[in-house]
């Protein structure tokens, strides 16, 4: 539908499914943005260096008997070899290297060939070589990125892991091969980070360590580069306004369920600035961006909706720490973020969370209704009201000062559309709101007039923003700390 019209709450509230269905089979739009993600330049994959641990199959022992050593055979690791080829395959941007197995290869040796590697996955096979001293000399993994993968049956080994646990690196003692699939999709974060350009338009807003560059190079290998507005501004007056009528056409328009306030024009205004934004981007090789300038004419709602669904990071207000969580969730599980302005409702044991900047293209290719409306304390520019999916899984996140993650997990429970609120909202649930709401924060950022340097947060935003993504994602989240070094805090219940 590409005309505009006027949808009241209560239709656009009842035409959710239906149109749910309809969104999801747009098959040809998905292949539009997976070309146009295409445009930006792509990052290296990830390269991991597989090591098998222990002896494997039958030996002669010094009494010249043949011994069997436990469960794994040759075959076994051909199996691993070939589910870890599929997993390359279906991850796409990991490559992995090596394959010796210690004994007889030799530790030095394998230490040398796999120093250029991002990350080592260790697979155990038998508990003989697995003990303490083997573990010592095997910490060469571990200077990096790694991961553990013991299969329960594999020896004794596994009771020495624990000298291991304030080191980065994820411990997996299971049968199941399928926890390979997240733990290695982890393991590829650190190296895409080091690979990641963030553009802060006017400068980033946050915690103090996220503001700066040198520490985000430091801590997560990104590098944060400053550009005025007005270069955007610029770039948009060059925009030939065919294309950005076009996109907005195309991608906005003529999907949406309704448009209730804005204009033609001013849809149009706001796909010229993406389409600014996405050049400048694409010049500068960034992968996120956040804007302390998203409130000037045009708004930046939409662009940073966009950017989103097509998988990198945008963010209003300058919250650089809502850029990095959301690149990291990108990188790790592949789930869009939204950033909102969350409250606390204790009668329903409930948190509410609204923004104007949701995504509409979910992880599954599918986009959810949305209306194009205007920004709701502004009363101007274009803005989203989405519908977000009742009975879905979510987690709340954000990683502040660099090295805390917060976190609260919930379900959805229903969509609104008060006019109090900005115009995207859903309440989720939570595990004890009470103590949410006087715990927001967790410790990690403090409220004014609290104990502590107050003159690290620029603001009120390091304390208020949140970013939302579908799906339960506490266990990764936790693992990817073990890896990248922060700590997690799930602020609706007591530590």
């Known amino acids: 539908m590409n005309s505009f019209f006027k949808l009241n709450r209560r239709m656009f509230l009842g035409a959710g499914t239906a149109a749910g269905i309809t969104l999801a089979g747009q098959t040809t739009g998905r292949a539009a943005e997976t070309a146009e993600r295409d445009e930006w330049p792509k990052l290296r994959p990830a390269t991991i260096y597989k090591l098998y641990v222990g002896r494997s199959g039958a030996i002669t022992n010094a009494a010249g008997r043949s011994v069997q050593y436990l469960t794994w055979g040759k075959d076994e690791v051909v199996k691993m070899d070939n589910y870890l080829r599929d997993l390359e395959k ?88 399928r926890e390979l699939d997240e733990a290695v999709s982890l393991l590829r974060v650190p190296a895409l980070m080091k690979q990641t350009r963030i553009l802060a338009v006017n400068g980033p807003r946050g915690t103090k360590a996220a503001c700066s560059a040198e520490e985000v190079k430091r801590k997560l290998g990104a590098d944060l580069v400053t550009i005025p507005n ?32 804005p204009t033609r024009q001013e849809i149009i205004d706001s796909a010229r ?143 609104g559309a008060s006019p109090l609120a900005c115009r995207t909202q859903f309440t989720q649930t939570v595990r004890d709101a009470r103590h949410l709401f006087l715990n927001w924060g967790g410790g990690a950022i403090v409220a004014p007039g609290s104990p502590g340097d107050l003159s690290q947060y620029a603001g009120a935003m390091p304390m208020l923003h949140r970013a939302v993504f579908y799906g339960d994602h506490m266990r990764g989240m936790k693992r990817l700390g073990d890896l990248m070094g922060y700590k997690v805090i799930e602020e609706d219940i007591a530590s």
Not at 237 to 257: G, L, N, V
Not at 278 to 303: F, Y
């Open 90 to 177: 279906k991850l796409g941007d990991v490559t992995f290297t090596g394959g010796e197995t210690i004994p007889p290869a030799d530790v030095a040796q394998v230490a040398a060939r796999a120093a250029s590697a991002d990350g080592v996955l260790l697979i155990w096979l038998s508990g003989h070589g697995g003990d303490y001293a083997t573990l010592e000399k095997l910490s060469f993994g571990l200077d990096k990125p790694a991961v553990s993968f013991f299969q329960p049956f594999s020896g004794h080994g596994w009771m020495w892991h624990q000298q291991w646990k304030n080191r980065k690196v994820v411990l997996l003692s299971t049968t199941d091969w």
């Open 230 to 261: 007005e270069q955007i501004l610029e770039m948009a007056r060059s925009i030939d306004p065919a294309a950005a009528e076009a996109e907005a056409e195309q991608y906005w328009i003529k999907p949406a369920i309704g448009i209730l306030e």
């Open 273 to 415: 600035y993406y389409l600014a934004v996405k050049q400048l981007m694409i010049r500068e090789k960034a992968q996120g961006i956040c804007s302390a300038a998203c409130m000037g004419n045009p708004r930046a709602c939409l662009t940073f909706s966009k950017l989103n669904d097509l998988g990198f990071a945008g963010a209003c207000e300058g919250d650089i720490d809502s850029t990095l969580t959301m690149l990291l969730f990108a990188y790790a599980f592949r789930a869009p973020g939204f950033i909102t302005d969350p409250v606390v409702d204790e009668s329903k044991n409930a948190l509410v969370q609204f923004h104007c900047t949701s995504f509409t293209r979910r992880a599954d290719g599918s986009r959810m209704p949305f209306l194009i409306r205007n920004q709701t304390d502004s009363g101007g520019g274009v803005a989203l009201q989405v519908q977000w999916q009742v009975g879905e899984p979510v987690t709340m996140a954000k990683l502040v000062n660099l090295d805390t993650m917060l976190a609260v997990p919930g379900k959805i429970t229903e969509t």
